[in-house]
């Protein structure tokens, strides 16, 4: 078993993005990702990282190095010591942090707090290791537009396995989206559960990657809430205020 991880950072901040918008949580961010996505704002998170950059305390925003690979036992004394601040959940993110499945299975067993998964909804077979030890995930789908690949299959099978949790889908748009693509993804969801909380995410503009326009929104939601049941609008709100 993998007891030791690649981590680029650990912090304790306010989650930005989808349904647990406003809620406090320790985040751990993995390095390295199966995807490249055009909006990517971790792209540098991609390629391992020397040290890990650890929070001393809750929020403080001072910071220590730990030595990458991190062992569990060593980051797990590190994420309870934030919890000391009361904090909503633990949220894995990256980069993919299913690409470090074995590991969040064994840090799980350190940690009692909620256990919050933050993926692009297509490693279903990492998703299976530790599915019994998370509680909620926050999957994307990731369209062709934006990954250059088609993964259709990939979320259809993640999705199957996910809905056995507490899970909500987020889709970012961006002027790069096409109608057809945006169909895919919302028939895709309707024919697995149409009550599936869906969140479309306007994309924060990086790296050439466009806004598009307040009028195609309130477009991508009625068209959603046609066929889905729990259809809302949620922009990147930590960047609004400052937050990690
Ligand atoms: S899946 Fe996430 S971490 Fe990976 S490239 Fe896309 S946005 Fe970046």
Request: aromatic share 8%; hydrophobic share 40%; net charge negative.
């Amino acid at each position: 078993m993998i007891v030791q991880a690649n981590i680029v950072e650990v912090f304790s901040s306010i989650q930005g993005e989808g349904k647990y918008v406003g809620y406090r949580q320790v985040f751990v961010r993995f390095s390295g990702c199966n995807l490249k996505c055009k909006y990517c704002d971790t792209l540098v998170s991609h390629a391992p990282y020397k040290y890990c950059m650890t929070e001393k305390d809750a929020g403080l925003r001072q910071f220590i190095q730990l030595k990458n690979p991190v062992p569990v036992a060593l980051l797990a004394e590190h994420i309870n010591h934030l919890l000391l601040t009361p904090h909503h959940s633990i949220s894995f993110t990256g980069g993919e942090p299913l690409y470090r499945a074995d590991f969040i299975h064994a840090l799980a067993a350190h940690l009692d707090c909620k256990l919050f998964l933050e993926t692009n909804g297509t490693l279903v077979g990492e998703l299976a290791k530790v599915i019994d030890d998370i509680a909620i995930i926050s999957m994307d789908i990731k369209l062709p537009s934006i990954t250059g690949k088609e993964l259709w299959n990939e979320h259809r099978d993640f999705l199957m396995l996910a809905r056995q949790k507490e899970l909500y889908i987020k889709l970012v748009v961006s002027a790069e989206t096409t109608w057809e693509e945006f169909h895919k993804a919302i028939d895709l969801i309707k024919d697995i559960d149409s009550s599936i909380p869906f969140i479309i995410q306007p994309v924060t503009p990086v790296n050439g990657c466009n806004a598009c326009s307040a009028d195609d929104v309130l477009q991508y939601q009625k068209c959603a809430l046609e066929v889905l049941q729990d259809v809302r609008v949620i922009p990147q709100t930590h960047k609004m205020i400052g937050q990690m």
